[in-house]
């Protein structure tokens, strides 16, 4: 019985990380992805799954997705049903649960972060019912099937394990604070194992929304540089398996790496502006180094969240300031996004395997194209491939809403 384990233990135990999958326009899994950052290669392209003749941005991150997935557990009529987010879903999940080792089990937890969740499924049922109006009344039942715990669903399907299942969606912090919740429920005893993450894929009515509220850059995604112009959206999913350390050494597990802190906090500022100096998002990084028992100077490399945006990249360049006091002139800092775009509800769990890989393999991930400073960076930034020292890492994502959530990893030596 993996939920729930026991009562909350007095000494919460450490958490680690034994599976993790990755899939973003860089590649399917670890070692592309790697491999990726690693050359400093950019995945933009120009958009090619929908029409964007009449947007002002014609560019994105794109997944190439495999025309046969590979075998697990769903049957025919359950693969037709994937759309590409549970497409993207399921391919992750099963590079972390073959990493990880588990079999199947009952009342195993699993925990996504989504935006779009099954928005691609609404908008393809949407044209289809423009197009044959009497259609639509015949198919009223797949409504259901837009409900992003449907999709989730499929990830228990294709591997053998029953819930519970929790979808958090509060925007671009939703992968890093399902992988939190996920962290606290193992660290509360309500789990021994939990299955974590977060996913979206591009659609026509977002990557729309974002360029009529000409937030997309026109030119080149390139966070915390003076010349910044705005985001580039992207899209994949990352999944990692979490669990006690007594769990894993139990199973002679590989780690990967050790989860160590987490932070959650709520900007009331403004819904879609964060507060100009920084203020809670500096909360939400003491709050995390507070729960790691660490300080800013143990802090080897930061993966901020980094849109590209003027407002956004200002306020997080002030709180990483104040917040790092005199380490900040030496923390690496940079934003993943420059390659890979912005995967919104999928963005914290995938940064957060970017990050694992960083400990990893030592070496840490480059923003290509920064060029000059913003004058509110105070850290320098990382602006090619190079091999370091990695043992703790701070990852932070924000969101609409102002709903911001900080990880801190420590490597697995």
């Not at 990249?313 to 790092?324: G, K, L, N, Q, Y």
């Amino acid at each position: 019985m993996l939920f729930p384990l026991s009562p909350s233990p007095a000494a919460p135990p450490r958490v680690v990380i034994t599976g993790a999958g990755i899939v973003t326009a860089l590649g399917l899994g670890w070692k592309l992805n790697a491999e990726g950052f690693r050359a400093g290669r950019r995945a933009f392209r120009p958009v090619s799954l929908f029409d964007v003749s009449r947007q002002r941005v014609k560019v994105a991150a794109e997944v190439d997705l495999p025309e046969i997935l590979p075998p697990t557990r769903l049957n025919r009529r359950q693969l037709a049903r994937l759309d590409r987010a549970g497409t993207m879903l399921v391919l992750a999940a099963q590079e972390a649960w073959q990493q990880a080792g588990w079999e199947s089990a009952e009342n195993l937890p699993l925990v996504l972060g989504t935006t779009a969740g099954g928005m691609l499924l609404g908008e393809a049922y949407y044209r289809q019912a423009v197009q044959q109006p009497l259609w639509h009344r015949q198919q009223a039942t797949r409504a259901i099937h837009y409900q992003p715990q449907v999709q989730a669903r499929m990830v228990l399907d294709a591997f053998g394990f029953s819930g519970p299942i929790t979808i958090i969606s509060n925007a671009c912090a939703s992968g890093s604070n399902a992988i939190g919740h996920a962290w606290d429920l193992v660290r509360c005893g309500q789990a021994e194992r939990v299955v974590a993450g977060g996913y979206d894929a591009l659609g026509e009515l977002v990557f729309s929304g974002f360029d009529s509220l000409q937030a997309l850059s026109p030119t080149v995604c390139r966070p915390f540089d003076a010349g910044r112009d705005g985001l580039a959206l992207g899209e994949g999913a990352a999944v990692v398996t979490l669990e006690t350390l007594e769990s894993a050494r139990r199973r002679g597990a590989a780690i990967l790496g050790e989860l160590i802190g987490y932070g959650t906090s709520i900007d009331v500022h403004h819904l879609t502006q964060p507060h100009p100096q920084g203020n809670t998002t500096l909360t939400v990084m003491k709050q995390a180094c507070a729960n790691a028992g660490v300080t800013p100077e143990k802090i080897d490399y930061l993966n901020a969240h980094g849109t590209g945006t003027l407002l956004n990249d200002s306020s997080e360049a002030h709180a990483i300031s104040e917040w790092a006091g005199r380490r900040a002139t030496t923390l690496p800092v940079s934003s993943t996004k420059a390659s890979i775009g912005h995967l919104l509800g999928g963005a914290g769990a995938v940064e957060a395997v970017i990050c694992l890989m960083a400990l990893r393999e030592q070496w840490l991930p480059p923003e290509i194209e920064f060029e000059t400073p913003d004058p509110a960076c105070k850290f320098p930034i990382v602006n090619k491939p190079q091999d370091a020292r990695v043992n703790v890492v701070l990852s932070n994502s924000f969101g609409f809403g102002g709903v911001n959530a900080t990880l801190i990893l420590r490597r697995w030596a």
